[in-house]
């Protein structure tokens, strides 16, 4: 079946800039979660939806970012007035239960470069 | 909170040697997975093994939970293993986040 997909692949835009990026999940997986990978590091956790509610978004950096997921299938993690150290690639994966012990399958993340 | 250590930090291969990576965490763990990053950056699942072994083809992965650590081995590497090796667990308590370790960087040469 169709994996997690992330849309767009890349993104390219200017400090200050407002930006959205995509992800769908594998189909009825339940949990959703998005992850931030910099350069030469692991991916660092940002934000976890257990259906359509931020189960934990112990892992936002600030208040310029934010993520929804409207009817518990899609979501999107939104960036207001992007700096560049927000330069990374924003990782999305689902599981199937939402549990800790639940697998998670990652997408193949959207690369955002703040110029 | 949980830390998540890997060795070797980097490896260097010819093609059809053998390899373990080793894993070490300081608490105990709900979940526990390995994961390839290609060099693509697409992070493909490995095995999920928060105890016990697992095996599929040349890979195999094993997780002593208990002495907190865990070890995928490589065997007969082809040129196609190149990349990074990621070990991620998710803490036991009231999360789910991945916590991940820093990575082992592979190289396979033919």
């Known amino acids: 079946g169709a994996g997690v997909s992330q849309t767009p692949s890349n993104k390219v835009t200017e400090k200050g800039k407002y930006v959205e990026l995509r992800c769908d999940p594998i189909s009825g997986h339940t949990a959703l979660y998005w992850y931030r990978q910099s350069l030469g590091q692991g991916p660092e956790f940002l934000i976890y939806f257990q259906g359509t509610g931020a189960a934990d978004d112990s892992g936002l950096p600030n208040d310029r970012f934010f993520a929804v997921r409207p009817e518990g299938s899609v979501s999107t993690l939104k960036i207001q007035r992007t700096e560049r150290g927000d330069s990374a690639v924003y990782l999305c994966?689902?599981?199937?239960?939402?549990?800790?012990?639940?697998?998670?399958?990652f997408g193949p993340g959207t690369r955002l470069t703040v110029l | 909170g949980i830390q998540v250590e890997q060795s070797p930090p980097d490896l260097i291969l010819q093609e059809g040697a053998n390899s373990t990576l080793r894993c070490n965490f300081s608490d105990s763990v709900n979940n526990l997975q390995w994961f390839h990053q290609n060099p693509w950056g697409q992070l493909i699942n490995l095995f999920y093994i928060p105890s016990g072994t697992k095996q599929n083809g040349r890979l195999s992965a094993t997780t002593v939970a208990t002495e907190r650590y865990s070890l995928l081995y490589i065997s007969s590497s082809q040129t196609t293993d190149s990349g990074v090796y990621f070990c991620a667990v998710v803490s036991g308590g009231a999360t789910n986040k991945l916590i991940f370790g820093t990575g082992t960087l592979l190289a396979v040469q033919p």
């Open positions: 994966a689902s599981s199937p239960a939402g549990t800790s012990r639940g697998e998670q399958f």
